[in-house]
């Protein structure tokens, strides 16, 4: 696979894509909001100050990333997957042997220990990681860079927010008898399934690799197949991607009279001069990779 370098211009706005719908839950929804909860449950969800459950951009950036990240070798091979596994040196030199690629993030040890022994190569060395991500890398992030995409914590729209949290009962179970473990019953709480979430999605600074995996990832959530937060094994978590549209503008390939009038209608009036529905984009790029 072939990369070029974007660590030059990755500070520099080139385009925007901005990608909104409201998530549905098709079953029940449980996010850990951790002990620091007044909540009796042994395990509450995750509530915003006012008490009412949301979903973090993070957990669902996660499940976006995993989602893609399951799907993009198997695309073409142009796309490359990591899966965040660090390597040993030796599995490192045996792939690199047999001429296949290895992503940055699989390498981090390598790279810390390059820039700690050769400061004054440092940029260098940190170029030479920026080029060496794999597709997921560049799109999601890595510890050498931040990710082109950013998901906005999702909450409920203001007419459709509920407080109702249910209650349910788990038990452990011990994986070599198979049975429950005695004196090892808890409850758990979740957010129960119809309910409501605005998602919003920023992508930016994307190249046509970034947009289509970006519209595979959504694809799979506008289908149904996507699934978010924890216990997904007990079938919580499914939910469907509904009413999405796409924002977009380019600041490349215009002259520069062109260019100023975008970003000034942008920066003024937050207009971008392309907005079609989610599922005519997505099937667009999608397209362009088979």
């Known amino acids: 696979m072939t990369t070029t370098s974007r660590r030059s211009d990755r500070f520099v706005l080139s385009n925007r894509y ?38 973090p951009g993070s957990s669902f950036k996660g499940a976006l990333r995993s989602t893609v990240e399951k799907l993009a070798p198997s695309l073409s091979s142009t796309f490359t997957a990591c899966g965040l596994v660090e390597l040993s040196n030796e599995e490192i030199n045996e792939k690199l042997k047999a001429r296949e690629f290895v992503c940055s993030t699989q390498r981090q040890r390598y790279f810390t220990e390059q820039r700690r022994n050769h400061p004054e ?5 940190l170029e030479e990681a920026l080029n060496g991500r794999c597709s997921i890398c560049r799109l999601f992030g890595s510890p050498f860079a931040a990710a082109l995409i950013n998901v906005n914590d999702l909450y409920m729209p203001p007419n459709e927010q509920i407080d109702i949290i249910q209650i349910r009962d788990g038990v452990a179970i011990d994986r070599d008898s198979e049975k429950a473990k005695d004196r090892l019953k808890y409850d758990f709480e979740v957010v129960p399934s119809t309910t409501v ?18 519209c595979v990832g959504l694809s799979e959530f506008v289908h149904g197949y996507g699934a978010i ?16 549209e796409v924002s977009a503008f380019e600041l490349t390939g215009i002259d520069e009279t062109e260019r100023n009038r975008r970003l000034k209608s942008f920066l003024l009036n937050n207009e971008f001069p392309v907005k079609v529905p989610g599922t005519q984009f997505l099937q667009e790029h999608i397209q362009k990779i088979m």
Do not use: Y
């Open 18 to 55: 901005q990608f909104k719908g409201r998530l549905v839950m098709k079953t029940a929804l449980h996010i850990g909001g951790g002990r620091n909860s007044l909540s009796p449950s042994d395990s509450p969800v995750v509530l915003t100050a006012e008490g009412i459950p949301f979903i």
């Open 121 to 125: 190569n440092s940029e260098a060395i």
């Open 197 to 214: 979430f605005e998602l919003a999605i920023t992508l930016e600074n994307a190249d046509e690799q970034d947009v289509q995996l970006a």
């Open 229 to 244: 937060g924890g216990m997904r094994s007990r079938g919580l978590g499914a939910c469907i991607l509904e009413n999405l």
